[in-house]
Nanobody, 121 residues
């Protein structure tokens, strides 16, 4: 059974940075793993993912500001978020799924409980 636990959220001012972590236990080889976010009143959207083939993808809204990485020795993936904007405010979720899952929420099978990121002055 895959378990995903996010951490690292918080309250920051515009322009600041945060790094989110997702500890994955029981993670299955060949599965994609990604970050999603959901703001109040909005649909859950894909932010970044590492596909089953190892490619990394980003939503247009975060390209150049967010970087996703993984440390296989720690079974952990990270989302480094720089130059944060108020519109990045959301609950951020870590999720995993088999191909062709990656940036599409309904294709992901396993979800963490989420961590709140608030960007406000």
């Amino acid at each position: 059974q895959v378990q995903l636990v996010e951490s690292g959220g918080g309250l920051v001012q515009p322009g600041e940075s945060l790094r989110l972590s997702c500890a994955a236990s029981g993670f299955m080889d060949g599965y994609a793993i990604g970050w999603f976010r959901q703001a109040p009143g909005k649909e859950r959207e894909g932010v970044s993912c590492i596909s089953s083939s190892g490619s990394t993808f980003y939503a247009d809204s975060v390209k150049g500001r967010f970087t996703m990485s993984r440390d296989n020795s720690k079974d952990t993936v990270y989302l480094q978020m720089n130059s944060l904007k108020p519109e990045d405010t959301a609950v951020y979720y870590c999720a995993s799924g088999a191909y062709p899952a990656c940036m599409t929420a309904f294709l992901m099978e396993y979800w963490g409980k989420g961590t709140q990121v608030t960007v406000s002055s």
